[in-house]
């Protein structure tokens, strides 16, 4: 005959809450939130900005002096050749100003979820209602040069459509990565929390 195991008395299951992730010490992550609203603001590291902005003052110069030469002896053939090189240049350039003055946002405010990367006009906006967005994730890629092979982490937003949105933020490690997804995460979590009917708050 068994005999079932004693059950101790009065026991309550707590769910397992996750560790909370701790900012890297060299990692900037400006939070503001009034209860209400909230805004935070991931500054890019500006130093890191400084060899792509060399290199492309030296491909800029080159193709000043292509176009200098090809215009002033009228050699057309030499300007339509160099069409390609100057495209490189454009966008390298527009790079270089997106990484030296911009700072990507995000705002939750009046239910509606807001990414921008200004002042200088750059992809990756998002605007949509926070009912929308399920959650923010990290997804991990990787590049590959002649030095060999770097990981590189990005912050996504899943949608409640299936598709997701990659945000253009500087994250150098896994570390912050997770740590601004926690973050957004939670302030997602709050402003949807919010939205609800007062008898469903918890």
């Not at 010490?25 to 890191?48: K, M, T």
Request: hydrophobic share 50%.
């Amino acid at each position: 005959m068994e005999i079932p195991a004693a059950q101790p008395a009065n026991l309550v299951l707590q769910p397992v809450q996750p560790l909370a992730l701790y900012r890297p010490e060299s990692f900037r992550l400006i939070e503001q939130g009034d209860g209400d609203n909230y805004e935070a603001a991931v500054p890019p590291s500006r130093l890191a900005t400084l060899p792509l902005l060399f290199f492309t003052l030296f491909w800029d110069g080159f193709m000043v002096m292509w176009y200098g030469i090809a215009i002033a002896k009228g050699i057309w053939p030499m300007a339509l050749f160099g069409l390609l090189h100057l495209g490189v240049g454009i966008f390298l350039s527009h790079k270089v100003l997106v990484g030296m003055f911009n700072t990507p946002r995000l705002r939750i405010a009046d239910g509606r979820m807001k990414f921008t990367n200004g002042p200088i006009p750059a992809a990756g906006r998002l605007d949509a209602p926070v009912a929308d967005v399920d959650a923010f994730a990290v997804v991990e890629g990787a590049t590959s040069s002649r030095s060999g092979t770097t990981t590189t982490f990005s912050l996504v937003a899943n949608m409640g459509n299936g598709t997701s949105k990659t945000f253009a933020l500087f994250l150098p490690d896994r570390a912050c990565a997770e740590y601004v997804a926690q973050r957004f995460n939670a302030a997602l979590a709050e402003a949807k929390t919010r939205a609800l009917p007062s008898p469903y708050r918890s």
